[in-house]
T-cell receptor, first 112, second 112 residues
Framework: GESVGLHLPTLSVQEGDNSIINCAYS??????FIWYKQESGKGPQFIID?????DKRQGQRVTVLLNKTVKHLSLQIAATQPGDSAVYFC???????????FGSGTRLSIRP | DAGVIQSPRHEVTEMGQEVTLRCKPI?????LFWYRQTMMRGLELLIY????????DSGMPEDRFSAKMPNASFSTLKIQPSEPRDSAVYFC??????????FGSGTRLTVV
C-alpha cells in the first residue's frame, strides 16, 4: 500500500476554539493537495483543496495553508463545533498522475 | 447528483469464496479509484482508471484481486479467492480533470 496508518494522532480541542491540523508530505512533484473529513462509518468527504501555485486558500470556517519549502500542509478550522469531530486526512496528487495518495490521518476530538 | 454509489454496503463471506464489489461513479467523471481502508494500513490506493482504462494497479495486493471498468458508469473489484486478511472497508472514488475527487460510502467486507 501507499499510505500507512499504524498510529492515529489525536487532537483534542475545546468547543469554540480554533483547530489546526498538520500534515507533512514528501513528494516534491505533488502539485495538488486536498483535505478530507471522515466521520465514523462514512467515506472521506472533501473539505478544501489547494494547488501548488497558492500558499493559502479559505473556505467556510476552514483555511488551508501550504508551505512548499518545507513540504507542509495545514488545515485550520475556526470556532470548532461538535460536528467537526472526525478523522482528517491530507492527500496529495503528483503532477504526472491522477492518483491521490493519503496521509495517515488525525483524529479531532471536541471537548464540551 | 446521487454521488458515487457502492454496493453492497456490507458483505460477509467465507474464506475461499469469490467477492465482487461494485461502483457507479458520478456521471461525467473520467477517473475512478479503488481504495482499501484498514486500521493498520490506513487508506491504500489499489487501482485507478482514466477514461475506463486501468492506469496504475501497483497497489493491488495480489493476483487474487482484479478490477474492471467496462464502461464509464460501472466498475467492479473482485477478490477470488477471498481470505480473512482481505477484511477491510473498500472505497470507490471518482473525479474529473484531476480534481474534486468524491468518495462513495464504502463496502465493509468481512471474510470469516
Amino acid at each position: 500500500g501507499e499510505s500507512v496508518g499504524l498510529h492515529l494522532p489525536t487532537l483534542s480541542v475545546q468547543e469554540g476554539d480554533n483547530s489546526i491540523i498538520n500534515c507533512a508530505y514528501s513528494n516534491s512533484a505533488s502539485d495538488y493537495f486536498i483535505w478530507y473529513k471522515q466521520e465514523s462509518g462514512k467515506g472521506p468527504q472533501f473539505i478544501i483543496d489547494i494547488r501548488s501555485n497558492m500558499d493559502k486558500r479559505q473556505g467556510q470556517r476552514v483555511t488551508v495553508l501550504l508551505n512548499k519549502t518545507v513540504k507542509h500542509l495545514s488545515l485550520q478550522i475556526a470556532a470548532t463545533q461538535p460536528g467537526d469531530s472526525a478523522v482528517y486526512f491530507c492527500a496529495e496528487k503528483d503532477s504526472s498522475a491522477s492518483k491521490i495518495i493519503f496521509g495517515s490521518g488525525t483524529r479531532l476530538s471536541i471537548r464540551p | 447528483d446521487a454521488g458515487v454509489i457502492q454496493s453492497p454496503r456490507h458483505e460477509v463471506t467465507e474464506m475461499g469464496q469469490e467477492v465482487t464489489l461494485r461502483c457507479k461513479p458520478i456521471s461525467g467523471h473520467n477517473s475512478l479509484f479503488w481504495y482499501r481502508q484498514t486500521m493498520m494500513r490506513g487508506l491504500e490506493l489499489l487501482i485507478y482508471f482514466n477514461n475506463n482504462v486501468p492506469i496504475d494497479d501497483s497497489g493491488m495486493p495480489e493476483d487474487r484481486f482484479s478490477a474492471k471498468m467496462p464502461n464509464a458508469s460501472f466498475s467492479t473489484l473482485k477478490i477470488q479467492p477471498s481470505e480473512p486478511r482481505d477484511s477491510a472497508v473498500y472505497f470507490c472514488a471518482s473525479g474529473r480533470g484531476g480534481a474534486g475527487y468524491t468518495f462513495g460510502s464504502g463496502t465493509r467486507l468481512t471474510v470469516v
